[in-house]
């Protein structure tokens, strides 16, 4: 599975879209690109996911980049409930079993 | 839809007692998985059914049992606890085994003392 690179933390202020970047330029052409987040105390929680074309949901949009390497997690009127630790995950379809690998994702804080 | 729901919240547990936490989703996925996450770890799979009436070994199993009762619940089992058991506890399923759109339970705070 391909690694994935993302910032330690962010900041956005309520009300504005934030970008949550990740890099994972070793990415294979039958791996996907997901995205979840863990608010303090909680389970995880999927957000989205995506293969080549943008991706948009009612929590997000998922935007990656034409050669694959790289791809944005865009909330776009964050809230102080979207403050949570943001994971991107590259998994190939069709293994043997769903075992999700978090790796230290980006603490994203929402301010007032 | 309640989604995954797990029971008990939290649990405290002396050396060498038994437990069981349950685990049930209404959604009519195939495949759940039972999880531990302990402070800079990160999840860790302790075990996984892909469909009813089939169950495997994560990457963590010892120590541990799981039943895999009806399409909807899946429990997992501690016979002899041991502090090293100090964790919490996730529940998750999915449509199917080959997919990573895994839909998680509140967790369970386990202590063992």
């Known amino acids: 599975d391909a690694k994935t690179t993302q910032p330690t933390s962010m900041d956005c202020a309520e009300g504005r879209a934030a970008n949550l970047p990740c890099n994972h330029s070793?990415?294979?052409?039958?791996?996907?690109v997901y995205w979840y987040r863990q608010i303090h105390s909680q389970g995880p929680q999927y957000i989205i996911h995506g293969l080549k074309n943008n991706e948009t949901n009612e929590m997000a949009s998922l935007i990656i980049t034409e050669d694959r390497k790289s791809s944005t997690l865009i909330l776009p009127h964050a809230t102080l409930r979207d403050t949570a630790v943001y994971y991107c995950?590259?998994?190939?379809?069709?293994?043997?079993?769903?075992?999700?690998?978090f790796g230290q994702g980006t603490i994203l804080t929402v301010h007032p | 839809n309640a989604g995954v729901t797990q029971t008990p919240k939290f649990q405290v547990l002396k050396t060498g007692q038994s437990m069981t936490l349950q685990c049930a989703q209404d959604?009519?996925?195939?495949?759940m998985y039972w999880y531990r996450q302990d402070p800079g770890m990160g999840l860790r799979l302790i075990y996984y059914s892909a469909s009813e009436g089939t169950t495997d070994k994560g990457e963590v199993p010892n120590g541990y049992n799981v039943s895999r009762l009806n399409k909807r619940e899946f429990s997992l089992r501690l016979e002899s606890a041991a502090p090293s058991q100090t964790s919490v506890y996730f529940c998750?399923?999915?449509?199917?085994?080959?997919?990573?759109?895994?839909?998680f339970g509140p967790g369970t705070r386990l202590t063992v003392t």
């Open positions: 995950i590259v998994r190939a379809g069709g293994t043997s079993y769903g075992k999700l690998t």
């Open positions: 998750a399923s999915s449509a199917s085994s080959a997919s990573y759109e895994q839909y």
């Open positions: 070793t990415i294979s052409g039958n791996e996907y």
């Open positions: 959604m009519n996925h195939n495949s």
